[in-house]
C-alpha cells in the first residue's frame, strides 16, 4: 500500500466521523422538529466517503466543479473543515441558523460550494451545461488563459430516477459534451426502498448510447485480489449473482450472516470453502462489503484512468451507511445513530470527549497530515469563486416603434438592432431557446449572430439558394444556443451561462425565450437557478388568453403569480415597445450588479444586489403611444407603475392595469370618463416590483424608519380615500388585488382563474371578463356614482 492511499484511508475515516459528529450533534443539540430528514444524512453520506474523499483530496483540481448529491453535504462540509475553508461554528450549526446547510448551497454557504444542490437530478443536469457553458466560453476566444475545468456531479442512484437528467443527457449528445463525469453512487437504495434490480445494465447501454465512456466500478482491491485465490471465481459469480435486497441484508447483519449463507450455497465446493473458511467474520465481512466505492485503490484507478475529456460515467458500487451500524439497512435512509452507537464508534476512533472536533485527534503524526492537507491539489488556488467586471450598457436601446405593434415583436426589433452592433455588449450576449426561437422572435438576431457549435456547418437552404426567412449557420462563434423541447434543460442551461462570470471568470449576458405557460413546465429548474444566483433575462412570449386561438393549453394564467413571488427573479409584464426597451436595458444593468444590499431610498428595492429578469410578452398588436421617453417616465416603468392619467381631487374610480390588455383599460376609462370625473389610469409594468418596493417599505417603517415611502404608496397618496380601484390582467387577479391594501381603497380585481379556451381575443375577453365592458361594470359596482350610460349587460 502506497503511502498516499494510506493517508487517504486515515482521513477518509476522520471525514466519516466528522460527518457523523456534525449530524448527530445537530441532531441531539436541538430539539429538532424533523428528527426524521436529520437523519436523510448519515447513512446517504456514508455511502460517498470514500469516493468524496478520493476526489477531493486526490483527484480534483482548482478548475474542476462539483455537484454534490444532497443529502453528502456533511462530507463536503467535512472535507472542507480538514481543507480549513469551513469552521468549526458552523458545523455545530449544521441545518441551524446560520450554520452549514443541509444541502450544500452556493449562496448561503461560506465554504464554497461550487453547484447547490437538494432538489435531485437538477444539480446533476448543472454539470453538463456548465460543460457547456465552458466550452462555449472558450470558443469566443474568453478565458483561455485558464486551464479547462471538469464538471462532476456525484449522482444517487434513485436521482437517476429524475426525467431532467434524460433531458440533459440527449441535449448532452446533441451538443458534443466534453469533460463531464457523472459520478454514481450505486448503493441500490432510494429514501424508501432497495432498488430494481440490474439498474447497472440500463444505466451502461444508456449513457454508451449517448457517447459517454462507462466506468464500472464494481470490485475492491480485497475482493479482486480473493478472485484470484482458489475458488475466487466461484464467490465472484455468488456476488454477481447476489440480489440487491439480500447483499443489503447480509451487509447489515455482518460476518457471521455472511459466513452462514456463503457456506449454505457455495460452501461445499472444495477451494471456495476454504476461501471463506481462513477468514474470520470479520475478515469474512471485510471482504464481502469492500465494493468498489469503498475502496480508495479501485476508485483512484478509475478517476486517474478515465479519458481526459470524453463525458464518463462511473457507476461506482456502494453501500448505503457504510461504515456504520445502519449499513446496508433497507431502512436506514431515516437511520440515526443512537447516544450509545455513537459513543462506540468514539472510541474506536480513538476521539477524547471533548475532542470531537479536533481534526486530527485519535490520528498519529498530525504534522503529516496537515501537510499532505496543505498539499492537496484542488485547495491551491485560494478563489474558487472568480469574477468579471460588468460589460458596459448603452444608454438606451434604440428599436423602430411601429403605430401599432406588439411586445414579442418589440423584442425582437430590439434584440436584431443589437445583433448589428458589434460591441462587446452584444458579443457577450448569448441567446437560447427549446425549440421556440422563431416563434418568440429570437429569428432576427440568429440570422445575425448565427448558432453556436463545436463545429461549423452551412446552412443548407442558403447554400442551396432556397429562399428563407432564417439563416441557421452554426459556428463556434455563434451566439445562439438552439435547445430541444425541454424547458427543464433550459432553465438549467440559463443557470449553467448565468454563472459564467463566477465560474470561469467570463460575463456572459444569457437570454432564454420560452412560451409563458411552458414555465411551469421548468418552474424546480428556474427556482434551481435563482436560488444559485444565476444571472439571465427569461423572455416568456405569448402568454395569457391573449393568445386566444391557440386555447387552454397554450394559455398562462398563474405565471404572473410566479413572477411575483419568484425570489431573485424581477418580474415585468409592459404594455408598450418604448417600456419594453427601457426595462431590457435596465435587465441587462441589473443582471450584472452586485453590490450592497441596502434598499434604495427612492423605491425600497435593493436593486444594487442584482438578480434575474422575467418579461412576459405578448403578440397581441397594440397601438402605440406616441411620446418622448423622459427620465421620470422611465424610472415609473422600472420601478412597476406610472400614471397614464392622473386622478384628480374627486376621482370615484381608478383602472390599473398590466401589459396586454391597456387597449381595453384605457377604453373603459374613456367611457367612463363621459360620466364620471378625473377617473385615473394606472400603467402597471411590474406588480412584482411594486409590491416588493410597498413590502420593504412597510417592513422599514415598523423598524423605525418612519419616512420610509415605496413607490406605489407615492402613486396612490393622493388618491381619494372613497376612490375605486379597478385593477385588470391578463393572468390571475390576486397578481393587482393587493393594491387595495396600500392605501386602503376598496378593490375590485380583474383577470382570469379559469382554464382558458379558443376562440377570437373579443370573445375570450368577454367570457373571462377583462374587457372594457367589465371593467366599466365592475367600476359601477364598487364606486357607485352616476350611471355609466355605456355599460352592457355582462354575459
Ligand atoms: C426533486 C426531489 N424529490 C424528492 C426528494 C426527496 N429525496 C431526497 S433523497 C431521496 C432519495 C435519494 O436516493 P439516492 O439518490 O439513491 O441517494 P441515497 O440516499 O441512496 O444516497 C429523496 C426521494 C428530493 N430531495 N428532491
Ligand atoms: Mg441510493
Request: negative net charge.
Amino acid at each position: 500500500m502506497t503511502d498516499k492511499i494510506a493517508t487517504l484511508r486515515e482521513l477518509e475515516k476522520k471525514i466519516l466521523w466528522l460527518a457523523s459528529w456534525t449530524i448527530h450533534n445537530a441532531n441531539h443539540l436541538r430539539d429538532n422538529t424533523d428528527g426524521l430528514k436529520v437523519g436523510g444524512h448519515q447513512a446517504s453520506s456514508a455511502s460517498l466517503a470514500t469516493i468524496m474523499t478520493a476526489l477531493y483530496l486526490d483527484v480534483l483540481r482548482p478548475q474542476d466543479r462539483v455537484a454534490v448529491k444532497p443529502h453528502a453535504s456533511p462530507i463536503f462540509h467535512a472535507i472542507q473543515y480538514l481543507l480549513g475553508k469551513q469552521t468549526q461554528d458552523r458545523l455545530q450549526a449544521f441545518r441551524g441558523y446560520q450554520g452549514a446547510q443541509s444541502y450544500p448551497s452556493r449562496t448561503k454557504d461560506a465554504d464554497d460550494v461550487d453547484f447547490s444542490t437538494g432538489s435531485v437530478g437538477l444539480g446533476v443536469a448543472q454539470t453538463l451545461f456548465s460543460s457547456l457553458t465552458q466550452d462555449y466560453v472558450r470558443a469566443h476566444g474568453w478565458g483561455l488563459s485558464r486551464p479547462e475545468g471538469r464538471m462532476v456531479a456525484l449522482v444517487g442512484d434513485a436521482e437517476l430516477d429524475e426525467g431532467n437528467i434524460f433531458e440533459a443527457l440527449l441535449e448532452g449528445w446533441k451538443q458534443g459534451l466534453r469533460n463531464c463525469w457523472w459520478i454514481i453512487d450505486y448503493n441500490r437504495q432510494s429514501l424508501d426502498q432497495v432498488v430494481r434490480e440490474g439498474l447497472w445494465e440500463r444505466y451502461e447501454q444508456l449513457f454508451k448510447n449517448f457517447g459517454w465512456d462507462v466506468v464500472i466500478v464494481k470490485y475492491g482491491s480485497l475482493q479482486r485480489a480473493a478472485f484470484q485465490e482458489p475458488g475466487g471465481e466461484k464467490l465472484r459469480a455468488w456476488i454477481d449473482s447476489c440480489p440487491n435486497q439480500l447483499y443489503s441484508a447480509l451487509v447489515f447483519t455482518g460476518g457471521a450472516a455472511w459466513r452462514k449463507r456463503l457456506n449454505d450455497e457455495i460452501g461445499d465446493q472444495g477451494d471456495v470453502s476454504r476461501l471463506i473458511e481462513k477468514r474470520s467474520d470479520d475478515d469474512l465481512a471485510a471482504l464481502m462489503n469492500n465494493l468498489g466505492g469503498h475502496d480508495l485503490p479501485s476508485v483512484l484507478e478509475a478517476f486517474h484512468g478515465a479519458h481526459p475529456e470524453k463525458p464518463t460515467c462511473f457507476i461506482c458500487y456502494t453501500v448505503k451507511g457504510f461504515g456504520l451500524p445502519m449499513a446496508g439497512h433497507k431502512d436506514n435512509h431515516a437511520g440515526l445513530m443512537t447516544p450509545v452507537q455513537m459513543e462506540v464508534f468514539r472510541q474506536k476512533m480513538g476521539v477524547r470527549e471533548g475532542h470531537e472536533w479536533d481534526k486530527f485527534e485519535g490520528l498519529a503524526s498530525p504534522e503529516r497530515l496537515q501537510s499532505f492537507l496543505e498539499r492537496v491539489p484542488f485547495a491551491a488556488d485560494k478563489a474558487r469563486r472568480l469574477s468579471a467586471s460588468a460589460i458596459e450598457v448603452p444608454d438606451a436601446l434604440p428599436v423602430t416603434i411601429q403605430p401599432t405593434m406588439s411586445t414579442q415583436t418589440g423584442f425582437g426589433a430590439l434584440l436584431n438592432e443589437i445583433g448589428r452592433g458589434d460591441s462587446e455588449f452584444a458579443r457577450r450576449i448569448v441567446t437560447t431557446s427549446p425549440d421556440v426561437t422563431v416563434s418568440t422572435n429570437l429569428g432576427p438576431w440568429v440570422n445575425r449572430r448565427g448558432l453556436f457549435a463545436h463545429e461549423k456547418m452551412a446552412d443548407t437552404f442558403k447554400s442551396e439558394h432556397i429562399p428563407s426567412t432564417f439563416t441557421w449557420e452554426f459556428s463556434p462563434q455563434g451566439q445562439h444556443i438552439e435547445l430541444g423541447i425541454a424547458e427543464n434543460n433550459l432553465f438549467v442551461l440559463l443557470s449553467a451561462l448565468g454563472l459564467s462570470h463566477s465560474i470561469n471568470g467570463e460575463r456572459l449576458l444569457p437570454i432564454g425565450t420560452l412560451y409563458d405557460p411552458f414555465i411551469a413546465r421548468g418552474l424546480d429548474a428556474l427556482n434551481y437557478a435563482c436560488y444559485q444566483d444565476a444571472r439571465f433575462i427569461v423572455v416568456a412570449t405569448p402568454s395569457g388568453i391573449t393568445l386566444a386561438g391557440e386555447g387552454g393549453a397554450h394559455q398562462s394564467i398563474a405565471e404572473p403569480l410566479i413572477g411575483l413571488a419568484q425570489d431573485g427573479l424581477a418580474s415585468f409584464e409592459p404594455a408598450y415597445v418604448d417600456e419594453l426597451a427601457v426595462i431590457l436595458r435596465w435587465a441587462f444593468a441589473y443582471m450584472q450588479k452586485d453590490g450592497d444590499t441596502k434598499p434604495s431610498e427612492l423605491n425600497w428595492l435593493r436593486d444594487e444586489t442584482g438578480g434575474s429578469v422575467y418579461l412576459r410578452l405578448s403578440t397581441r398588436p397594440v397601438e402605440q403611444i406616441e411620446r418622448t421617453m423622459t427620465p421620470e417616465l422611465s424610472q415609473g416603468i422600472v420601478d412597476g407603475a406610472y400614471w397614464l392619467r392622473e386622478p384628480g381631487p374627486n376621482a370615484q374610480v381608478m383602472v390599473a392595469y398590466t401589459g396586454a390588455v391597456a387597449p381595453e383599460a384605457i377604453a373603459a376609462v374613456g367611457l367612463m370618463a363621459e360620466d364620471r370625473r378625473d377617473v385615473g389610469l394606472l400603467a402597471v409594468t411590474s406588480a412584482d416590483r411594486l409590491n416588493a418596493g410597498w413590502t420593504a417599505a412597510q417592513r422599514a417603517r415598523e423598524r423605525g424608519l418612519v419616512h420610509a415611502r415605496s413607490h406605489i404608496e407615492r402613486l396612490l397618496a393622493d388618491v381619494p380615500a372613497h376612490c375605486g380601484i379597478v385593477s385588470v390582467l391578463d393572468g390571475h387577479p390576486a397578481t393587482l388585488a393587493w393594491l387595495g391594501a396600500v392605501a386602503g381603497h376598496r378593490t375590485r380585481a380583474l383577470g382570469v382563474e379559469h382554464f382558458g379556451q379558443t376562440g377570437s381575443l373579443a370573445e375570450l375577453y368577454r367570457h373571462y371578463g377583462i374587457d372594457a365592458n367589465a371593467i366599466v361594470a365592475a367600476a359601477q359596482a364598487i364606486a357607485p356614482g352616476r350611471p355609466i350610460r355605456y355599460l352592457k349587460a355582462l354575459p
